[in-house]
């Protein structure tokens, strides 16, 4: 090692001594150091993570425009390249002529023409286009030109070596919107890695089926959110097949034989398995999908949304803390107590000073079901980073609050009111014994305000990655 590595390495060293245990000797560094790296990153275009407070932004080549109360980015085709997804703050994908508008609802056509006027970019495409009737074909594969109307099935040939001889063209719309209803959430158990969402359009007569290889992390939960920070490492566990022009039902069977598969540009949103184990053995009880895919395939292009929270009452709600360094080094985290509660989440109503119950335990029988039932209950300390700079961790509630009934002498529950309410996420960069941890020590604890219902609450831990 160099001289200069090795400043750097006892700066380091230092900056994490006073972090994790207060080390008063290396406090004037700590703050110089960090006074530092906020200015850096300020400065830098290259960030490696996007704040999530940050909205509105269209990014490179985009126009921000407002019409009818919608807002909504407005690109060129022409200067787009291959391959374009929507910023991560207007995810689904909409076509009118020789524009792309991204927002965050399907754009009906006359609320589109509205946003390219509100967009005022000028030109003779943009006026041709608002004079001219949008046709689908814009946004989608074309079908063969012997299929003679637009609206025919036209087929395309598959990738070499795909296995399928023809595959269908979808060719009306550019959104494709899942009934809540027939969204079901196949778990094949805990020993299998496979989990997938089907479901179906009746609307555009489309079958979906979404792939996924599950993360056998105990620190998931059953649970998994995704954006643009987290999709970048983790789009290779997805795998899409879009069947148009199809009746309902979407069994297994139809996609079977299916294997060419629609190219996912990116995924937003959360989901959850009910059959996966949580971290001391009991079963997620909460199974749902709230995704929105941006999608450029061979039988589908644009956007598919798959969202069954409405079937579900009160709505869950996916708890994440993600840990961002510069450095690799472990973040530890209790995931359960000795009664089988994770602690490293808490959540309360604003203005009361008592943690609200989030789960049953092992220490009060559940209302109507019998004795309390554990499946491993014991004190679970985990580093979550795994030694790395990089983690994540996320459980899924169910939007339920469990309360003791004193005259049945048993734990009922109440579902939660829509409001403020207040998350506190704590982590440690030290524990009691790190071979066998059974104690976080000097906890890093931070409240986090949230309104509810909403799908995720997510607290980034941000030490300079």
Same mark, same amino acid.
């Given at each position: 090692?160099?001289?200069?590595?090795?400043?750097?390495?006892?700066?380091?060293?230092?900056?994490?001594?006073?972090?994790?245990?207060?080390?008063?000797?290396?406090?004037?560094?700590?703050?110089?150091?960090?006074?530092?790296?906020?200015?850096?990153?300020?400065?830098?275009?290259?960030?490696?993570?996007?704040?999530?407070?940050?909205?509105?932004?269209?990014?490179?080549?985009?126009?921000?425009?407002?019409?009818?109360?919608?807002?909504?980015?407005?690109?060129?085709?022409?200067?787009?390249?291959?391959?374009?997804?929507?910023?991560?703050?207007?995810?689904?994908?909409?076509?009118?002529?020789?524009?792309?508008?991204?927002?965050?609802?399907?754009?009906?056509?006359?609320?589109? @023409?509205?946003?390219?006027?509100?967009?005022?970019?000028?030109?003779?495409?943009?006026?041709?286009?608002?004079?001219?009737?949008?046709?689908?074909?814009?946004?989608?594969?074309?079908?063969?030109?012997?299929?003679?109307?637009?609206?025919?099935?036209?087929?395309?040939?598959?990738?070499?070596?795909?296995?399928?001889?023809?595959?269908?063209?979808?060719?009306?719309?550019?959104?494709?919107?899942?009934?809540?209803?027939?969204?079901?959430?196949?778990?094949?158990?805990?020993?299998?890695?496979?989990?997938?969402?089907?479901?179906?359009?009746?609307?555009?007569?489309?079958?979906?089926?979404?792939?996924?290889?599950?993360?056998?992390?105990?620190?998931?939960?059953?649970?998994?959110?995704?954006?643009?920070?987290?999709?970048?490492?983790?789009?290779?566990?997805?795998?899409?097949?879009?069947?148009?022009?199809?009746?309902?039902?979407?069994?297994?069977?139809?996609?079977?034989?299916?294997?060419?598969?629609?190219?996912?540009?990116?995924?937003?949103?959360c989901y959850a398995f009910a059959g996966v184990l949580d971290a001391v053995g009991n079963p997620d009880t909460v199974a749902f999908s709230a995704l929105t895919l941006s999608v450029s395939g061979v039988r589908f292009v644009g956007t598919?949304?798959?969202?069954?929270?409405?079937?579900?009452?009160?709505?869950?709600?996916?708890?994440?803390?993600?840990?961002?360094?510069?450095?690799?080094?472990?973040?530890?985290?209790?995931?359960?107590?000795?009664?089988?509660?994770?602690?490293?989440?808490?959540?309360?109503?604003?203005?009361?000073t008592t943690w609200r119950r989030l789960f049953t335990g092992c220490d009060v029988p559940v209302c109507g079901q019998g004795g309390a039932v554990c499946g491993v209950s014991a004190t679970i300390i985990r580093s979550f980073t795994g030694?790395?700079?990089?983690?994540?961790?996320?459980?899924?509630?169910?939007?339920?609050?469990?309360?003791?009934?004193?005259?049945?002498?048993?734990?009922?529950?109440?579902?939660? @009111?829509?409001?403020?309410?207040?998350?506190?996420?704590?982590?440690?960069?030290?524990?009691?014994?790190?071979?066998?941890?059974?104690?976080?020590?000097?906890?890093?604890?931070?409240?986090?305000?949230?309104?509810?219902?909403?799908?995720?609450?997510?607290?980034?831990?941000?030490?300079?990655?």
């Open positions: 090692m160099n001289e200069v590595d090795r400043k750097v390495s006892a700066q380091r060293s230092c900056i994490a001594r006073a972090m994790a245990l207060d080390d008063r000797s290396c406090s004037i560094v700590r703050r110089v150091m960090t006074t530092l790296l906020a200015f850096a990153l300020a400065l830098s275009s290259f960030a490696c993570f996007r704040n999530p407070d940050q909205s509105g932004s269209c990014g490179s080549g985009g126009t921000l425009a407002e019409a009818s109360g919608t807002t909504a980015c407005v690109f060129r085709k022409s200067i787009q390249v291959t391959g374009f997804q929507c910023p991560l703050d207007f995810p689904m994908l909409s076509t009118l002529g020789d524009f792309y508008l991204c927002a965050t609802m399907n754009l009906p056509v006359p609320l589109q @023409e509205e946003l390219l006027k509100s967009a005022n970019l000028g030109g003779e495409d943009a006026q041709s286009t608002l004079d001219a009737q949008p046709s689908d074909s814009d946004s989608q594969i074309s079908a063969d030109s012997s299929a003679g109307d637009s609206n025919d099935v036209g087929s395309v040939t598959p990738d070499s070596g795909a296995g399928d001889t023809t595959a269908d063209v979808q060719t009306q719309g550019d959104v494709l919107r899942l009934d809540p209803g027939s969204i079901v959430l196949v778990d094949p158990g805990f020993d299998f890695p496979l989990g997938r969402i089907r479901g179906y359009d009746s609307q555009n007569r489309s079958c979906v089926e979404l792939t996924i290889t599950r993360l056998y992390d105990d620190t998931y939960n059953g649970a998994e959110c995704l954006d643009g920070f987290r999709w970048q490492s983790e789009s290779k566990r997805f795998r899409l097949i879009v069947l148009p022009n199809h009746d309902a039902p979407c069994d297994a069977a139809d996609f079977e034989l299916i294997s060419a598969t629609d190219n996912i540009t990116a995924i937003t949103g598919i949304i798959v969202d069954d929270r409405v079937q579900l009452q009160p709505p869950p709600t996916v708890f994440t803390m993600r840990y961002i360094s510069d450095i690799p080094e472990d973040a530890y985290v209790q995931l359960s107590d000795d009664l089988g509660f994770p602690t490293w989440v808490k959540v309360r109503k604003k203005g009361e030694g790395t700079p990089v983690g994540e961790l996320s459980l899924v509630w169910d939007g339920r609050f469990h309360v003791y009934d004193d005259g049945n002498q048993c734990l009922g529950s109440v579902d939660a @009111e829509p409001g403020e309410y207040e998350a506190e996420f704590c982590y440690s960069w030290t524990v009691d014994d790190p071979k066998q941890p059974t104690q976080l020590t000097n906890p890093q604890c931070e409240t986090i305000p949230f309104t509810y219902p909403t799908m995720q609450v997510l607290h980034t831990v941000d030490n300079g990655g």
